[in-house]
């Protein structure tokens, strides 16, 4: 495992994430005006966004329900009983630093190697995502009755959704990737391309399905010739690795 100490490469995933149906990520503010809905997008400067730590979760919950459907030793429950490091061991207390390096190389999750953990930094920054147009609505909403699945009369609500057709643009920063990590980037845009996973709440309303066009972009700093260029590359390798990793996974007990 590639720690931090010196930087191998940079991946700049450069992503347009373009809306297909109704994207709807609640602002935990609440107005005052009798007027607002009771639910609304989230905003900066007035104007809706996708926060980093939104596509990041998404990201990280897609790789996690997928690898787990492959080998669950390869994607822990790293905030429940049986995370793969266990920080508050006694036995992980007394390592030095290489002695940790070595144990987490060995003992931590894909998932914790990639997106990081109370353990090990992410390796992958998720920037928020800005529109340069956007169209916002509001919908009805109404609260379910869990015993009757009937709809309850008091419990109607208002909520808002940026509208079909817009477009999002952000990047995913990758420091130290392996190429099967960086092919784990691309599963989970191909299973967000296939409405398998989406954005935002009210998912199952038919909210949040996306289409996300990207280009990667890398800069190799193993070569020291003084020239840090950021080179196209092509997508066929790191699915090639992506394709070995998940062969590994499946044959490890």
């Known amino acids: 495992m590639k720690t931090f100490e010196k930087i191998y490469n ?38 809706p966004f996708i926060p980093g730590s939104s596509i990041k ?25 049986k ?13 030095n630093t290489e002695e940790k390096i070595k144990y987490i190389d060995e003992n931590a999750c894909d998932v914790c190697k990639l997106f990081g953990s109370n353990f090990v930094a ?50 995913i920063i990758g420091r130290n990737l392996e190429d099967h990590e960086a092919g784990y980037i691309l599963s989970i845009i191909d299973l967000l391309n296939e409405g398998y996973a989406k954005f935002g709440g009210k998912k199952s309303a038919g909210l949040g399905k996306v289409r996300i066009d990207f280009e990667i972009l890398k800069t190799d700093l193993s070569k020291i010739d003084g020239k840090f260029e950021k080179v ?6 790191y699915r090639e690795a992506f394709k070995n990793r998940l062969e590994e996974i499946a044959n490890v007990r």
């Open 57 to 81: 979760g998404v990201f990280r919950s897609t790789l996690e329900f997928f690898l787990r459907s492959i080998n669950e030793k390869f994607a822990c429950d790293v905030v429940g009983e």
């Open 232 to 237: 196209r590359v092509d997508d066929s390798i």
């Open 83 to 95: 995370p793969c490091i266990d920080i508050k061991d006694e036995k992980f207390k007394k390592m």
């Open 122 to 171: 992410s390796k992958v920054e998720f920037e928020d995502a800005y529109a340069k147009e956007v169209k916002v609505s509001n919908r009805d909403g109404v609260a379910i009755r869990r015993d009757s699945e009937s709809a309850k009369d008091t419990a109607k609500y208002d909520y808002e959704v940026v509208n079909p057709g817009a477009v999002f643009e952000t990047h």
């Open 10 to 47: 940079l991946y700049d995933f450069s992503l347009k994430i373009k809306l297909e149906t109704p994207l709807h990520i609640g602002s935990s503010s609440e107005g005052i005006s009798p007027l607002e809905v009771d639910n609304s997008v989230i905003r900066i400067n007035d104007e």
